[in-house]
């Protein structure tokens, strides 16, 4: 069997300078009218600069951002998965035949906003949960989808957006303190896991603004990814990487050709693994040699079970 639960992250909070007074001194009604006049703003309108000051205006309270920074660490091993909607059942098929197609999307494909990228920028979405991530594609009983693994070569450290805290272990005892922190962390889940729809990718300008103005730690030094909560499943996490640091830290180890079927359960027809001269990728039957090598614990049973 495959993980399909999501990995427990390592807890490790960053705590820069302490906001504990900032915060005691915010009033939660001014801050309550802020955030309800940010959700009345119209970003398709507004440029980034604007979208950026607004932005900062709920967010930052005296000049100080008013909110603690939330780094966890998945350790080495953990399994990170992608999935691609795949056009009818054909294989190799028009969404995944090349080498590439294993990786994050051509930025020639990209016309509109995604939850972290312009259009025209190419990020690598990921989890480390394959449900949740077949859940984010928004599979259908009727959809054939490649379901591509990673696995980190090494602990990738998350800066974690609207994630839950452990006060406690911040020894923030406050009761106003965390009454607010906790208005910041909600105003930021719900940008996060916003459910956009085609055609109002414009409202991802507001996600997108967010991740790199306030979340953006120095690469690699204090951030490999950022994480945020998942639109479908609140309590699972998505995995957004720039492409140099995931084919830095990911290894990929193959993808598996599926069908989710009413009950949730996943069925593999056949896996992927490498590519052959001509970057075409390379497809092998269930119960082969390749099958056997790349995905072990797929011998005894071709089902994913919930």
């Known amino acids: 069997m495959l993980p399909t639960?999501?990995?427990?992250?390592?807890?490790?909070?960053?705590?820069?300078?302490?906001?504990?007074?900032?915060?005691?001194?915010?009033?939660?009604?001014?801050?309550?009218?802020?955030?309800?006049?940010?959700?009345?703003?119209?970003?398709?309108?507004?440029?980034?600069?604007?979208?950026?000051?607004?932005?900062?205006?709920?967010?930052?309270?005296?000049?100080?951002?008013?909110?603690?920074?939330?780094?966890?660490?998945?350790?080495?091993?953990?399994?990170?998965?992608?999935?691609?909607?795949?056009?009818?059942s054909q294989i190799p098929n028009e969404r995944f035949g090349e080498y590439p197609d294993y990786w994050e999307t051509n930025p020639k494909y990209l016309k509109s906003y995604g939850r972290l990228n312009k259009p025209g920028e190419s990020l690598l979405y990921v989890s480390p949960d394959l449900n949740c991530s077949v859940d984010e594609v928004r599979i259908t009983e009727s959809d054939f989808f490649a379901a591509i693994q990673y696995t980190a070569k090494r602990d990738i450290k998350v800066n974690l957006i609207g994630g839950e805290f452990d006060y406690d272990q911040m020894e923030i005892y406050d009761e106003k303190v965390k009454l607010i922190h906790e208005m910041y962390n909600g105003f930021l889940r719900d940008e996060f896991s916003r459910d956009v729809g085609k055609g109002t990718e414009y409202l991802y300008r507001v996600s997108e603004r967010i991740a790199k103005d306030f979340f953006d730690l120095p690469p690699r030094i204090m951030q490999d990814a950022w994480a945020y909560t998942s639109v479908q499943d609140k309590k699972k996490y998505n995995v957004c990487f720039r492409p140099e640091i995931a084919h830095e830290l990911l290894e990929l180890n193959g993808a598996m050709i599926c069908k989710r079927d009413a009950t949730k359960q996943i069925r593999v027809f056949c896996i992927a693994s490498g590519r052959d001269e001509e970057d075409k990728i390379l497809f092998y039957k269930m119960g082969s040699n390749m099958q056997k090598e790349v995905f072990p614990e797929l011998l005894c049973d071709s089902e994913i079970n919930e």
């Open 5 to 88: 639960k999501e990995e427990p992250m390592i807890y490790e909070m960053t705590k820069p300078a302490d906001i504990q007074e900032v915060l005691k001194r915010i009033d939660p009604l001014i801050l309550l009218k802020k955030i309800a006049e940010f959700r009345k703003l119209n970003v398709a309108q507004m440029t980034d600069e604007e979208i950026s000051s607004a932005i900062y205006d709920v967010l930052c309270w005296e000049g100080v951002f008013a909110c603690y920074t939330n780094t966890r660490i998945y350790p080495a091993g953990t399994k990170f998965f992608k999935v691609k909607k795949l056009i009818g």
